[in-house]
């Protein structure tokens, strides 16, 4: 099928392009600047060049976000406008890339997420959406940022299920020829870690002499997390752990 990836220059974006063209589809990747082969140029800020790269499309993963921008922006009203400019003659799958816990932790970025959810399931159109656990690159990008010198504070009893964006990729794959689920589905990590686990295994690999410190964090999002609302409740599983991420 031709299939259209929007945010395709990102982290997840890039990595679906072995996956897609390997089960046979024809892709192509959107983004901002359109860049390398196969590249297609559209913002969902503005709007500018959604309807060309839309064109032709039977499958879009919807993967593009600014959570370091405006995301009501981009993510949510980029998604009403995506909407608007989509085939509906046309397409037949529309797989959103959402986050595990965008329905119960209070974070103004997941408000965004789930608001863009919520214009998915009511645009009529055969949708799935796909709630993933945080990428394994990511937590280390947070851990890193974290560190202060030799002290590595972590927020004490954080559950965490972190996987492994290329098993995100390959499974995102497998549902572009399924049937649209009509609503959520899961996909997380192989295993629970609390965040101090985390990021003594991160340590022991990558900053040799850190010494990890859980700290209480208050506040309603602190809780929700602790009480498990970044945790899948179903779905499938990836298989590679963390500790094997670490390790290369």
């Known amino acids: 099928m031709d299939v259209l990836v929007t945010g395709g220059s990102g982290h997840l974006g890039q990595r679906l392009l072995a996956p897609l063209q390997g089960a046979g589809h024809s892709v192509r990747q959107m983004s901002r600047r359109g860049a390398g082969p196969g590249g297609v ?12 790269a839309l064109a032709g499309a039977e499958v879009v993963v919807h993967a593009a976000s600014d959570p370091r921008g ?46 863009a959810e919520q214009v998915l399931l009511a645009s009529g159109l ?34 965490l299920q972190p996987v492994d964006v290329g098993e995100v990729a390959e499974h995102i794959t497998g549902l572009v020829g399924a049937e649209p689920a009509g609503d959520v ?12 686990e985390v990021a003594r295994a991160w340590a022991a690999e990558r900053a040799s002499g850190a010494h990890v410190v859980a700290t209480p964090v208050p506040g309603r999002m ?20 963390y500790a094997e ?3 290369g």
């Open 41 to 52: 140029r559209a913002d969902l800020a503005t709007g500018q060049g959604l309807a060309a």
């Open 126 to 159: 055969p949708v799935t959406l796909l709630r993933v656990t945080q990428f394994h690159d990511f937590v280390d990008t947070l851990l890193e940022t974290a560190r202060k010198g030799p002290v590595l504070p972590v927020p004490m009893g954080w559950r």
């Open 70 to 115: 405006d995301p009501w922006q981009v993510d949510v009203a980029g998604t009403r406008r995506l909407v608007q400019a989509v085939d509906r003659d046309r397409l037949r799958h529309l797989v959103y890339v959402s986050i595990v816990g965008v329905d119960r932790i209070p974070f103004s970025y997941y408000r965004a997420k789930f608001s």
């Open 222 to 241: 602190s809780t929700a997390v602790r009480e498990g609302a970044a945790l899948p409740s179903g779905g499938g599983r990836g298989r590679r752990t």
């Open 185 to 196: 589905v899961e996909f997380g990590g192989p295993e629970e870690l609390t965040a101090a």
């Open 245 to 247: 991420h670490l390790r």
